[in-house]
């Protein structure tokens, strides 16, 4: 257990729906990534929050969007799904405002298939 | 944008060594390496932040080129347990955001 929590695990929903992933960063940490992974794009880095203020955003599409809560789990939004949008979706969490000195430790993830 | 990992592959016997690069057309501030299993999540390895510097996680360790933006990961006398896929992260100054390789998959057999 690396201490970063993603619930659902698993996730099946049709094209049109919404749904929402959950992260529970590690105790201390205070800034939450996302990034999704697929088998043909890799780790693509969608969106950083830092004690509840979004930091950084990278390839995120406009149906997405996420939000950090006061008690630092964030949670990623995903509307009108549609087929590609299938892939792993992990959360990491680190002490650190940017990168700085600290890596990342990484959840389960949530295996979103869209069908 | 992402770094770019060489080479996609590599299969290894126990005790072989290997090296996987990474490298960036853009100035960098920090390099991460992460390894992860088949199924499971990325773990990190090891960061570097300056130039030359050189790190090490049990017989796996690292050097970053700053000038060059590049760094190099050395696994020796590779274990079954090395096996995985490696990736690079790399972040350029002060934009907060790692950037992943595509990854290179190491194979190691007894």
């Known amino acids: 257990d690396s201490g970063v929590t993603q619930t659902p695990k698993h996730l099946i929903t049709a094209t049109g729906q919404r749904v929402t992933l959950r992260c529970s960063p590690r105790?201390?940490?205070?800034?939450v990534y996302w990034y999704q992974q697929s088998l043909d794009q890799g780790l693509q880095f969608l969106i950083q929050?830092?004690?509840?203020?979004?930091?950084a955003k990278g390839n995120i599409l406009e149906r997405f969007s996420a939000q950090q809560f006061p008690d630092l789990h964030s949670e990623l939004n995903l509307s009108s799904l549609e087929l590609g949008d299938s892939a792993l979706y992990f959360c990491?969490?680190?002490?650190?405002?940017?990168?700085?000195?600290?890596?990342?430790?990484f959840g389960s993830g949530t295996r979103l298939t869209v069908v | 944008q992402q770094p770019v990992q060489s080479p996609q592959a590599v299969i290894l016997r126990e005790g072989e060594d290997a090296v996987i690069n990474c490298s960036s057309s853009?100035?960098?501030?920090?390099v991460h390496w992460y390894r992860q299993k088949h199924g499971e999540a990325p773990v990190f390895l090891m960061i570097?932040?300056?130039?030359?510097e050189q790190k090490g996680h049990e017989k796996i360790s690292a050097s970053f080129n700053e000038k060059k933006q590049q760094s190099s990961l050395y696994l020796t006398a590779s274990q079954l347990s090395y096996s995985g896929t490696y990736f690079c992260?790399?972040?350029?100054?002060?934009?907060?955001?790692?950037?992943f390789g595509a990854g290179t998959t190491v194979t190691v057999r007894a």
């Open positions: 990491a969490s680190s002490v650190a405002t940017g990168t700085g000195n600290y890596g990342y430790t």
């Open positions: 105790s201390g940490d205070l800034s």
């Open positions: 929050y830092y004690n509840g203020e979004e930091r």
């Open positions: 853009k100035a960098l501030y920090s």
């Open positions: 570097l932040l300056k130039g030359g």
């Open positions: 992260g790399t972040e350029r100054s002060n934009d907060y955001k790692l950037s």
